[in-house]
């Protein structure tokens, strides 16, 4: 990047155990023992309040995991941003481009690799599994750009996509919603779930906590329980972000 060319600032907030925002500016490169030729950047961990790891990973040409993505009891989602790749879990290879998506059921290895001549971005995101007795995940595989979307809380300029099955086997779902000129929630939400969301198209401004605060593409907001939240939908093009939700879980006491 060189020399400075004004003062440093940032966009960034952060309130640990309540919520964050992290834009791309500022992000560092992590390395990661089981992935080579990767730019990671860890955008969101236990250490400042989420219950989930995400990260952003550009997998460089040849570039990709040198032993599978796994850990015992935790389970795993990426989505592609851009770019083209494989992902294979147990024993099935995938194609994976531009808003393609593939979860992994927990314990179950994913590996990536990148024979294209492009890098291939992508978010990565675990968690640990929380079981019911009689019902289990299965591996998803999908693409937001083919699927139907429908209208959020009955309002036509805000659409809604869910990314994976409702059933009980499930303790996490990613969905996306999209702004459309002059959508906007229908209410301030404060509710028990957490949200991790990144933004994938457009800019809006975001209302965290008590904060009303600009926000864009590439931009990533943790919301933990209970924080007030809700956003509308700016400019002359939807504003799209995809976000993360626990589900299908009793509160542990």
Known sequence: MGY??????SRAVVQHGRYALIPPEGRVKNVLPNLEKCNVSIIASPHYGPQFAMYTVEVLPGGGTVKPFQEEGIETFIY????????????????????????????????????????????????????????????????????????????????????????????????????????????????????GLYLIEGEGVYLIDKQWIPVKKED??????????????????????IYTKDCNRDVQL
């Not at 009689?134 to 996509?161: Q, W």
């Not at 329980?225 to 509308?232: N, R």
């Open 80 to 195: 592609c941003l851009n770019g083209e790749g494989k992902v294979s879990v147990e024993g099935k290879e995938y194609c994976i481009d531009e808003s393609g998506y593939v979860f992994a059921p927990a314990s179950s290895g994913m590996n990536l690799k990148n024979d294209s001549p492009a890098p291939w971005r992508l978010l990565l995101y675990k968690q640990r599994y929380r079981a019911v007795e009689g019902f289990a995940a299965r591996v998803v595989v999908g693409r937001l750009n083919d699927m139907p979307d429908a209208p959020y809380d009955g309002m036509e300029n805000v659409r809604i996509k869910d990314l994976l099955p409702t059933d009980l086997g499930f303790d996490v779902n990613f969905h996306t919603l999209s702004f459309l000129p002059g959508g906007c929630h229908p209410f301030i939400e404060t509710h028990v779930q957490e949200h």
């Open 4 to 9: 400075p060319q004004d003062l440093l600032s």
């Open 220 to 241: 990533f907001i943790w919301f933990g329980p209970y924080v007030p939240q809700a956003c509308y939908g700016v400019g002359r093009t939807p504003f799209t972000y």
